[in-house]
């Protein structure tokens, strides 16, 4: 059972550049989300999705787009790359759509580490 | 919305308790949650609390909850080396969908 698989782990762009980080679970979660992370400011929320075909915006969704297609996936996108977007991105899955408790809780992958230059 | 925040950095011996302090303002939180995050890795979930509970103790770790003051702790007793990590407490904004994290707490465990 890998979890929740994040790729690339590494990518360094070009300001301007696109470029799409892949998440995928194998869990059969419902929910779905991208965080970022950046020095002292925490883990912040950029999308996140209940359900194949359904999105929505966290706290930081300029400059990301993203879709879900199927369960298992949620790609983000960088359209056009900038310096801001320089970060640790984590893609996160929970079991159900509905509020997050005890048995309902947030499992990460392992991070992809993006540079623009 | 959810305001979480927690203290930068702590160090501590080994064999000592740690204490990590979370403040956050959402009052209508049910679930408060840790995660612990070791170096290059993502972050892994160490334990929650319910609203309706003021502590919580699962082996070396205890977790205080103040609902009137709104502030969540975490000890770690007899703490060593491999705990060093950094620690996220977290809360779900206004009930929601969205898990808000704080700024996360760095602990270092010195030999």
């Known amino acids: 059972n890998a979890g929740v698989t994040q790729t690339p782990k590494f990518q360094v762009l070009k300001t301007g550049q696109s470029m799409t980080l892949q998440c995928a679970q194998d869990?059969?979660?419902?929910?779905m989300s991208w965080y970022r992370q950046d020095p002292g400011m925490g883990l912040r929320l950029i999308h996140y999705?209940?359900?194949?075909?359904?999105?929505d915006q966290g706290e930081v969704p300029n400059g990301y787009n993203v879709s879900r297609s199927t369960t298992e996936d949620f790609p983000l996108r960088l359209l056009s790359a900038a310096p801001s977007q320089t970060s640790v991105y984590f893609c996160?899955?929970?079991?159900?759509?509905?509020?997050?408790?005890?048995?309902?809780?947030?499992?990460f992958g392992a991070g992809s580490r993006l540079t623009v230059l | 919305g959810e305001d979480v925040e927690q203290s930068l950095f702590l160090s501590v011996r080994e064999g000592d308790s740690s204490v990590i302090n979370c403040t956050y303002t959402?009052?209508?939180?049910?679930?408060l949650y840790w995660y612990k995050q070791e170096p290059g890795a993502g972050l892994q979930l160490l334990t929650y609390i319910f609203s309706n509970m003021d502590m919580k103790q699962d082996q070396r770790l205890t977790v205080l909850l103040n609902k009137k003051d709104k502030h969540l702790s975490l000890r770690i007793a007899d703490t060593q080396t491999g705990d060093s990590a950094i620690y996220f407490c977290a809360g779900p904004m206004d009930s929601s969908y969205k898990l808000i994290f704080g700024s996360g707490t760095r602990l270092l465990v010195r030999p």
């Open positions: 959402d009052s209508s939180s049910t679930y």
């Open positions: 869990m059969n979660h419902e929910y």
């Open positions: 996160a899955s929970s079991r159900d759509r509905g509020r997050f408790s005890g048995a309902n809780v947030l499992t």
């Open positions: 999705s209940v359900g194949a075909g359904i999105t």
